[in-house]
């Protein structure tokens, strides 16, 4: 099986891609530094064993935030809650809360760094 594992998402002001993705999302993100590069890791529970990706806000070089490119997708369970958060937070809402017969509802919202950033919510 082949399957994403992990994402980094680049940020350039990673103190306020972390107040904002925990204020979004209600989470607690992990501080770590890795090869020189400054991480924030979302939660993630490996005991699990599935095939679930997990994801990390990075600060290095090599990253640079954009609105083109890979679209990393987070399940909500209140897709509705989390797109008025990212409101409250002034960011935009690229693509509002759509239902996609036979998959659950979909949005994407560019984030405080300039990211796309799309969100599933499965029926």
């Known amino acids: 099986m082949l399957g994403v594992n ?10 306020r ?15 770590q530094t890795i090869d020189g590069n400054e991480m924030l890791f979302f939660p993630f529970d490996q005991s699990t064993k599935q095939a679930l990706a997990t ?16 679209r990393p997708y987070f399940e909500v369970a209140d897709m509705r809650a989390v797109v008025e958060r990212v409101k409250s937070q002034g960011c ?4 509002p809360v759509t239902d996609i017969e ?5 949005a994407e919202f560019q984030d405080c760094e300039g990211n796309r950033i799309a969100l599933s919510q499965v029926n």
């Open 6 to 15: 992990f994402i980094e998402i680049a940020v350039v002001d990673i103190e």
């Open 102 to 106: 036979n998959y659950g509802l979909v």
């Open 55 to 70: 994801a990390a806000l990075v600060k290095g070089e090599t990253y640079t935030p954009s609105l083109d490119g890979s």
């Open 17 to 31: 891609a972390k107040s904002f993705y925990e204020s979004v999302f209600d989470v607690t993100l992990d501080p």
């Open 92 to 95: 935009q809402i690229l693509y």
